[in-house]
């Protein structure tokens, strides 16, 4: 497994420049998140970009995965929207839009993963017809995602439509089980909805697990807290994701700490470091 950091936790500086100080601190690899500052899919300027990106990230070595939770890129008034579940069919397809362009964005940056969730469900449809849109509208993300050789990590996210390991588990199914689709597994999220006994729950799954975000949090509250303020039971978790062979990132996502990300980099990295050598 790799020490990884997360973009979106990054404030005040240009996150490209922050790699090679990452790398100080003994990080390999990076989840990127995409956002009107960086690596913008609509931005005519993408391709250069991108360059210096892919260089900047080899010339360090990291791996690299990419995620699709930037706040307001879609829309600067709405957090999160559109979604695979918004009411409208037309917000729906920008999203998978969207989701479409982070694929080949991904593969164009050597990334291969692409991170991914459902979105909240916000009108009184019944839950079928939720189903229904969600499915419909991952349907050609699966398809590019397959042509273009990524793999596509679903994320079960709190407050979502798709919100626990069970859920993600009944999309797959319904979904005809595809092999490029696996599984990003967030371990506060785990704590934030009460999934018991949580290593038995990922060891059940770590072997679809292809992409690790690492936050504390504490039950019924979806805050993402500093390694060791919470209550998760890290190692337990840790164990689970080595027995089964685990070897990507496990990215720290604390977005609400950008403003002091130095700090947390350098904090994080010695918690997680006493973790890997137990």
């Keep these: 497994m790799r020490l990884g950091f997360s973009t979106n936790g990054i404030g005040d500086v240009a996150p490209l420049d922050a790699v090679p100080i990452l790398k100080d601190l003994g990080y390999e690899s990076l989840a990127i998140t995409p956002d009107r500052h960086l690596l913008d899919p609509f931005s005519p300027g993408l391709a250069a970009e991108t360059g210096r990106w892919r260089s900047g990230l080899d010339a360090a070595g990291f791996h690299r995965v990419m995620e699709t939770g930037a706040r307001h890129l879609l829309d600067p008034a709405r957090k999160h929207e559109p979604t695979l579940v918004s009411p409208n069919r037309t917000d729906r397809d920008r999203r998978t839009e969207f989701l479409v362009r982070v694929i080949d964005l991904a593969v164009e940056l050597g990334a291969p993963v692409v991170s991914l969730w459902s979105g909240m469900a916000r009108d009184a449809a019944d839950d079928e017809t939720l189903w229904q849109r969600l499915t419909s509208g991952i349907g050609p993300v699966l398809d590019r995602a397959a042509a273009r050789g990524i793999v596509l990590g679903f994320e079960p996210e709190?407050?979502?439509?798709?919100?626990?390991?069970?859920?993600?588990?009944?999309?797959?199914?319904?979904?005809?089980?595809?092999?490029?689709?696996?599984?990003?597994?967030?371990?506060?999220?785990?704590e934030c909805m009460g999934?018991?006994?949580?290593?038995?729950?990922?060891?059940?799954?770590?072997?679809?697990?292809?992409?690790?975000?690492?936050?504390?949090?504490?039950?019924?509250?979806?805050?993402?807290?500093?390694?060791?303020?919470?209550?998760?039971?890290?190692?337990?978790?840790?164990?689970?994701?080595?027995?089964?062979?685990?070897?990507?990132?496990?990215?720290?996502?604390?977005?609400?700490?950008?403003?002091?990300?130095?700090?947390?980099?350098r904090e994080s990295a010695t918690f997680l470091r006493r973790l890997m050598q137990r």
């Design 195 to 265: 999934e018991r006994p949580a290593s038995a729950l990922l060891a059940s799954r770590a072997a679809e697990v292809v992409n690790v975000h690492v936050d504390d949090m504490v039950a019924c509250r979806h805050e993402h807290l500093p390694l060791g303020t919470g209550d998760v039971d890290f190692p337990p978790l840790f164990a689970a994701l080595a027995a089964a062979g685990y070897s990507g990132g496990l990215h720290v996502e604390l977005p609400r700490q950008s403003h002091r990300w130095l700090e947390t980099a």
């Design 158 to 190: 709190p407050g979502m439509f798709i919100d626990t390991l069970a859920r993600q588990e009944a999309l797959h199914e319904r979904l005809g089980r595809p092999e490029h689709l696996r599984l990003t597994v967030d371990l506060g999220h785990l």
